[in-house]
């Protein structure tokens, strides 16, 4: 439901609701200043904001420190996943509720080339998003879909569902390496202050076809740091998670020190490198001016929205988004009455397993069929379709003013 029909309301209300929270965090009644104007959707670009560290595993040919640099480019993406949003003082704001086939899309134009983004709310009940991203010049590529389950006790905890898939073509090998990775849980601090940010709780993985596991320990401001977003990773072979070849120490949001072998050995002279944000700017991404996007693209569909939560006209807000709300729901009407349902633009589910999980799943605890239940499918990056959605022709001003009427009531 809208904030404006449940009242908006001051930081007090909307603590008492979250203590009755249901885990239904669309139904979450945030007040207007908590509101944010972007949506989910466009959450999957955090996984690329430094494209040259993304591509960077493709130049490197032994495997061991090719696992060391995807760990590495994993850990540089949770500063802009988890904090960009909240850096100096904690403003993590309620995101839009994608809508179901809202897209994404843009692209990075900077030393590593062309990278080019695609994401698609693949389902909405239960709401789950997908994502691709390819670094042109090196083949490496980037997929994944995510869900989240949120609970409340003391404060709102999230629980990730879903996983991410990255390819990478290895020097001189046939077949590119498969880094299955998996997504942390999450809780928001500092609500009762008003000034709400994100915490990472317990451990994700990333392991790989070369016979590599990375464990990332999330601990947070505790006894033993005392410094909030802090880590301990290692990577050790498959199997072996006593013989740590690399481990890495720090903060995720801040800096933090690359080593060989186990951390009981750390000191300069087994100290790699340390990773600095400040030194690295993240690359802009690129996305076409809202005028010439696709109607279902995320920032023409929610404009409306988004200038009437600038205004901080929490009505508007809510007459906005009940149009949108209400032509999907007569649309996912429509198909049921006509026996079919919405094609994904750029995703479909494969039949039958899938290779990747379930070779790699049972490393890292993912199910063979990816929590489908709990995501809408398992969702896996169409390359047919996007050639085919890729070389369409642009709409023409009476198409894209037929599907906004249909698809968002606008
Ligand atoms: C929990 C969250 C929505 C989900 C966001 C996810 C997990 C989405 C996938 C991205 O890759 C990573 C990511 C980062 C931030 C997560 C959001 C933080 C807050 C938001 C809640 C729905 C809003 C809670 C309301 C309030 C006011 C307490 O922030």
Not at 37 to 55: N, R
Not at 126 to 153: D, M, R
């Amino acid at each position: 439901m809208a904030e404006a029909q449940n009242g908006g309301g001051s930081w007090g209300s909307f603590l008492k609701s979250i203590a009755s929270f249901n885990g239904d965090l669309a139904s979450l009644t945030a007040p207007p200043f908590i509101l944010s104007s972007t949506s989910l959707t466009e959450f999957s670009s955090y996984w690329c904001e430094h494209p040259a560290i993304f591509a960077a595993p493709a130049k490197e040919s032994d495997p061991a420190k090719r696992a060391l640099l995807v760990l590495k480019w994993f850990l540089t993406t949770l500063r802009q996943q988890y904090a960009s949003r909240s850096e100096q003082y904690g403003n993590e704001k309620k995101p839009l509720n994608p809508f179901l086939g809202e897209l994404f899309l843009g692209k990075w134009e900077d030393a590593a080339g062309t990278t080019e983004l695609t994401s698609e709310q693949v389902s909405h009940h239960p709401p789950a998003t997908a994502y691709s991203i390819t670094n042109a010049g090196t083949g490496v590529h980037l997929e994944g879909y995510n869900a989240q389950k949120a609970s409340f006790s003391k404060t709102i905890n999230i629980k990730q569902i879903g996983h991410a898939v990255l390819t990478i073509p290895a020097p001189g090998s046939k077949e590119p390496d498969t880094y299955l990775i998996t997504l942390p849980s999450l809780h928001i601090e500092g609500l009762v202050f008003g000034s709400p940010f994100i915490e990472l709780d317990g451990a994700s993985y990333i392991t790989s076809s070369t016979g590599f596991t990375a464990k990332i320990d999330y601990s947070g401001r505790g006894w033993l740091s005392g410094k909030k977003n802090s880590f301990t990773a290692s990577l050790y072979r498959s199997g072996n998670e006593k013989d740590i070849l690399f481990n890495v120490t720090g903060q995720w949001s801040k800096n933090f020190e690359i080593y060989s072998g186990s951390a009981k050995h750390n000191s300069k002279s087994t100290l790699i490198e340390t990773w600095d944000p400040e030194q690295f700017p993240v690359s802009k991404l690129i996305v076409a001016p809202v005028e010439q996007q696709h109607p279902l693209e995320s920032r023409r569909a929610w404009g409306k929205v988004a200038a009437a939560i600038a205004k901080a006209d929490l009505d508007l807000v809510g007459r906005e988004k009940s149009k949108i709300e209400n032509a999907q729901r007569e649309m996912r009407a429509k198909e049921k009455a006509e026996g079919r349902t919405w094609e994904r633009r750029y995703f479909s589910t494969p039949d039958g397993a899938e290779a990747v999980l379930a070779q790699l799943g049972p490393l890292v605890g993912l199910a063979a069929d990816g929590d489908s239940d709990k995501t809408g499918g398992l969702w896996r990056f169409d390359q047919r379709k996007a050639e085919k959605a890729r070389s369409l022709p642009p709409l023409s001003d009476d198409e894209t003013a037929k599907l906004a009427k249909e698809l968002l009531g606008q």
